[in-house]
T-cell receptor
Framework: GESVGLHLPTLSVQEGDNSIINCAYS??????FIWYKQESGKGPQFIID?????DKRQGQRVTVLLNKTVKHLSLQIAATQPGDSAVYFC??????????FGPGTSLSVIP | GAGVSQSPSNKVTEKGKDVELRCDPI?????LYWYRQSLGQGLEFLIY????????KSGLPSDRFSAERTGGSVSTLTIQRTQQEDSAVYLC??????????FGPGTRLTVL
C-alpha cells in the first residue's frame, strides 16, 4: 500500500494561538489537494480543499496554502481551540485517480 | 442526508477465518474507496471503484484481499484466511467523481 505513516509527528499549540501544519506532496501532476481532520475513533472528515490553479483558499478559521514550485501544502488554523485537537491529513489527487494521503500530523491543543 | 455507513463496526475473528466488511456509500456517489489504518498510523490505500469497476487495485496487500461493488452502490471487502497483521481499522469513503471523499466510521477488525 501507499502512504503508510510510521509514527505521527506531533504539534502542540496553546489555545488561542495559530497553528500551521505542513505537508510535502509527491506528484507534480497532482491537481487537487485536500485537508482532512480525524478525531479519535472516527473516520477522516473533510476540512478544506484547493485546486492547483490557486495558491490560497480560506474557510472558516482555516486557510490552505499551496506552493507548487516546492510541492508544499500547509493548513493554517486561526485561534486554535481544544476541539481542533485531532490528526490532520493532507491528500493529493490527480484527476480521476486515487487519492494519496500523507502520513498525518497530530495536533494537540493545550488549554 | 445519510452519510457513508459501514458494518460491522467491530469484528473479532480467529486467525485463518474469512471476514466480509460492508460499505454503503452516499447515494449518487460514483466513486468508492477502501483504506486501512493501523493504530496511530496514516491511511493505506487499498482499492478504488468508479462505478462497479476497479481501475486501481494496486493497494491490496495480498491475494487474500478482494473487493467488489455491485449496482454502483454497496461494496464488500473480503479478507480470506485472516492473519494477525490484518488487524486494523478499515475505512470506506465515497465521492462524486473526483471531488472530496466522505468517510464512514470504519470497521475495527481484530484477528486473534
Amino acid at each position: 500500500g501507499e502512504s503508510v505513516g510510521l509514527h505521527l509527528p506531533t504539534l502542540s499549540v496553546q489555545e488561542g494561538d495559530n497553528s500551521i501544519i505542513n505537508c510535502a506532496y509527491s506528484n507534480s501532476a497532482s491537481d487537487y489537494f485536500i485537508w482532512y481532520k480525524q478525531e479519535s475513533g472516527k473516520g477522516p472528515q473533510f476540512i478544506i480543499d484547493i485546486r492547483s490553479n490557486m495558491d490560497k483558499r480560506q474557510g472558516q478559521r482555516v486557510t490552505v496554502l499551496l506552493n507548487k514550485t516546492v510541492k508544499h501544502l500547509s493548513l493554517q488554523i486561526a485561534a486554535t481551540q481544544p476541539g481542533d485537537s485531532a490528526v490532520y491529513f493532507c491528500a493529493e489527487q490527480t484527476s480521476y485517480d486515487k487519492v494519496i494521503f500523507g502520513p498525518g500530523t497530530s495536533l494537540s491543543v493545550i488549554p | 442526508g445519510a452519510g457513508v455507513s459501514q458494518s460491522p463496526s467491530n469484528k473479532v475473528t480467529e486467525k485463518g477465518k474469512d471476514v466480509e466488511l460492508r460499505c454503503d456509500p452516499i447515494s449518487g456517489h460514483t466513486a468508492l474507496y477502501w483504506y486501512r489504518q493501523s493504530l496511530g498510523q496514516g491511511l493505506e490505500f487499498l482499492i478504488y471503484f468508479q462505478g462497479n469497476s476497479a481501475p486501481d487495485k494496486s493497494g491490496l496487500p495480498s491475494d487474500r484481499f478482494s473487493a467488489e461493488r455491485t449496482g454502483g452502490s454497496v461494496s464488500t471487502l473480503t479478507i480470506q484466511r485472516t492473519q494477525q497483521e490484518d488487524s486494523a481499522v478499515y475505512l470506506c469513503a465515497s465521492s462524486f467523481w473526483d471531488n472530496e471523499q466522505f468517510f464512514g466510521p470504519g470497521t475495527r477488525l481484530t484477528v486473534l
